[in-house]
């Protein structure tokens, strides 16, 4: 039996919907909420201009101020999808599922979610895949479970068969015990479809508790251009480890042998939390959606420079910019908290009944 074409979207590739995890008292966003939930409701209204939202709430009895939180205009009401599905915490990116064309039709890959290396509770979260496809709110598109420890926000496609990650993450052995470079890129094409597989073994932000996520770090544009986070200031503390990045990204080469075409980006001030650690605050971590790039800001002089260099990256989409200073504060940012579903994907809203929390 011939073995099926597996592939793994870039995700500038047209899309159906964007996935998100509202946040919610049971969680450490607690202390935060009002304002992680304003930037939450941005994004959902950036996103329904362009596109279907799905979004799991913890509890029924949030779901009305959640819609009522986002607002939706009366031609954007359709495109809202609210299902009620018990959650750890928000970061979609990573406990949501990553989807593959299989001989062009779109597969579910419910990768094992342990909150990257079992840092905190996860049980829910790596529920939420299997409880949301129940609702058949995707249609009649498989989920297949895989035996393998793996978030979204470690992985980069190009759509063309290369991947970039990092060798902190998926390396990890809190993650997979035994994994070694080899046996992660079998996973990887085996799974995904992935031809090869670019690993950096430099760049760190600190704040950052997923292990160095690619998506924190370096993001490509089109399957030639990389856009990655860079600090110039030699007096920062990322200045030695960004800089070293940035050497191993000018290193790398494309499937014919070229050189990639790099355009750095701007480091933020540093932002520190009420004890004094230094957040997350990057600008790498977009989200590419129908005909926008969705920026993360920070009220930071750099903002207009970033939005600037994502319309060099992005000539032919709107840039969006998004305060994601709530985000930082529980050591994320705007594309950790969102996932895309391409546009393979059907998006069916769920019988009444089904919209209820699994016992």
Known sequence: MPQA???????????????????????????NLAAAERTFAAIARAVLVREALIISVHHADLVESVRARIAPLPDQAERLHLIVVPSNDSWVRDHGPLTILEDGQPVLLDFTFNAWGGKYPSALDDAIISRLHATGIFGKTPRRRVDFVLEGGALESDGEGTLLT???????????????????????????????????????????????????????????????QSCDDSADSHFASLQAMA???????????????????????????????????????????????????????????????????FPNRTIV???????????????????????????????????????
Request: glycine share 4%; net charge negative.
């Open 247 to 313: 050497r191993e990204l000018a290193a790398l080469r494309q499937a014919d042998g070229a050189p990639y075409h790099l355009i750095p980006l701007p480091l933020p001030r540093p932002v520190y939390d009420d004890a004094g650690h230094r957040l997350p605050a990057t600008y790498a971590n977009f989200l590419i959606i129908n005909g926008a790039v969705l920026l993360p800001i920070y009220g930071d002089p750099a903002d207009a420079v970033a939005q600037s260099r994502l319309t060099e990256a």
């Open 166 to 228: 990092t060798t902190s993450c998926l390396l990890d052995p809190h993650r997979n015990r035994t994994i070694t470079q080899d046996t992660a890129e079998a996973q990887l094409r085996d799974s995904l479809g992935i031809k090869r597989v670019l690993w950096l073994t430099q760049g760190h932000l600190e704040g950052d508790d997923t292990d160095g996520h690619i998506d924190t770090l370096a993001r490509f544009a089109t399957p030639d251009t990389i856009v990655y």
């Open 5 to 31: 074409t597996r592939h793994f979207p870039a995700e500038w590739e047209p899309q159906s919907a964007v996935l998100l995890t509202w946040p919610h008292t049971e969680t450490d966003w607690a202390p």
């Open 321 to 359: 910019p998004i305060d994601c200073t709530a985000l930082i504060r529980q050591f994320g940012s705007l594309h950790c908290v969102t996932m895309q579903l391409p546009a393979a994907v059907p998006v069916r809203a769920p019988e009444p009944a089904a919209r209820l929390p699994h016992p």
